[in-house]
């Protein structure tokens, strides 16, 4: 009898912990999911979560990492005034559910799917959908409800900012290295809107190309105010502004604020994937002050173009802090790749001379120490790659360092008076 007690015991202290996870639950908040197709068509907000979902054509998607195999239990739980209902349908590991709730007076109501089997680890994709209601809207969803075992470590965002990370490639100089020039090459592979490519970055400054709209495509070149103003331009005091010097034949250039301050250009111009475009910054000294200007290379004119000169106060200094970055600055499809090649950088000193620039270190902003996870680097060939979000892939881990090949091919084509602005 006591044996069979203590061998009964074994069995039960043995289930604990597969019913321990099986009693996981995950509610992941409806405003970290993305509206599909159309990014701005649902209204997403961290106090009301997801409204005015009213178009079937219009899906509500999460994208999650799960680490564990095994059962996963699916709901949603939504708000729908006491009249109202709704039939849903909600996609996940290849599997269709649907599911139809009516409303409540008080609070909101839970739409159970039923469960998926995760066979294994990797990002999925939920996919809430639309298919009947009775009311002015789907209803209002507030999150979705996971639970099983397959829940144990499982990684989402639950933070209303719903852009991917930022990623850099730092690009280490030579020690004392008095850098008048810097070029880099940046070969775009993916281009959803309000994506940033800058590919010659400085401690000052960054130049790249944009995203701006389905229509409209940047070249962008901007250098930063001295002081610590952050928002406002109109606070800085006159000796701490960066002062346009020259622009390019239609370049606009302007003011900027909220991440720091400083002197804005940029020039309309259509920009295509998969073309290689190559881009220039240099430095030139002057007393306290520096005068940076950017130079884009245009193929169709196969001719260098000026985008635009600041003189930076307070600073007197040549190039430092080099650097290339993808950036997804609104986040409403943050869950879309952005993927970018860059090659090509040469840096040119005072001297004259001419140095390739072969090493790259990755970092990345503080939406990536946890939050978003779903970013990359590399090298193909001669060039280093760089990807952020698509909820693909291992992550690079900041600090990393990429060695890319050779081309032994320095800028050839620059032009001499352009080479002598840099000359002291």
């Not at 992941?28 to 068509?41: D, H, K």
């Amino acid at each position: 009898m006591t044996a069979s007690l203590v061998i009964l015991g074994l069995a039960l202290v043995g289930m604990l912990p597969l019913k321990a996870a099986s009693a996981q639950t995950l509610r992941v908040p409806g405003f970290t999911g993305y509206s599909e197709p159309n990014a701005e068509a649902l209204e997403i907000s961290e106090q009301r979560g997801v409204t005015n979902w009213k178009d079937a054509k219009q899906k509500i998607v999460w994208y999650g990492e799960i680490k564990t195999a095994g059962r996963l239990e699916l709901a949603v739980a939504i708000r729908l005034p006491q009249s109202a209902s709704s039939t849903l349908r909600l996609t996940a590991a290849g599997k269709m559910m649907t599911a139809s709730v009516k409303g409540s007076a008080s609070e909101p109501v839970t739409a159970s799917f039923g469960f998926v089997s995760i066979a294994e680890p990797g990002y999925y994709q939920f996919v809430l959908e639309g298919v009947k209601r009775e009311g002015s809207t789907f209803g209002e969803v507030e999150a979705l409800v996971l639970s099983g075992p397959a829940v144990l470590n499982a990684h989402f965002n639950l933070k209303e900012r719903r852009n991917a990370a930022s990623v850099h490639l730092g690009y280490p100089l030579p020690p004392d290295a008095k850098v008048v020039a810097f070029t880099t090459e940046v070969t775009v592979r993916t281009d959803p809107i309000w994506s940033y490519y800058m590919a010659c970055g400085f401690r000052r400054g960054y130049f790249g190309i944009q995203v701006n709209s389905p229509t409209e495509r940047r070249i962008i070149f901007s250098v930063w105010d001295s002081g610590n103003e952050g928002v406002d331009r109109s606070k800085v005091l006159p000796d701490n502004r960066v002062q346009l010097l020259d622009k390019g034949e239609g370049v606009v250039a302007s003011d900027f604020g909220n991440e720091g301050t400083g002197g804005h250009s940029h020039l309309i111009y259509p920009w295509r994937t998969g073309e290689t475009y190559r881009l220039l910054v240099t430095a030139k000294p002057d007393g306290t002050h520096t005068i940076y200007s950017g130079y884009f290379y245009f193929p169709e004119r196969k001719a260098w173009g000026l985008i635009a000169s600041f003189r930076a106060p307070k600073d007197g200094d040549t190039l430092r802090g080099l650097y290339s970055f993808n950036e997804d600055f609104v986040g409403a499809n943050g869950q879309l790749r952005r993927l970018a090649e860059f090659g090509g950088q040469w840096i040119r000193t005072m001297d004259g001379v001419w140095t390739e620039l072969r090493t790259a270190r990755f970092t990345h902003d503080p939406t990536g120490n946890a939050d978003r996870t779903d970013y990359s680097a590399g090298v193909k060939g001669a060039r280093f790659t760089l990807s952020n979000g698509g909820f693909i892939g291992v992550p690079t881990h900041t600090g990393d360092t990429f060695l890319r090949a050779a081309t032994n091919k320095p800028p050839s084509d620059i032009p001499a008076a352009l080479l002598q602005t840099m000359s002291k």
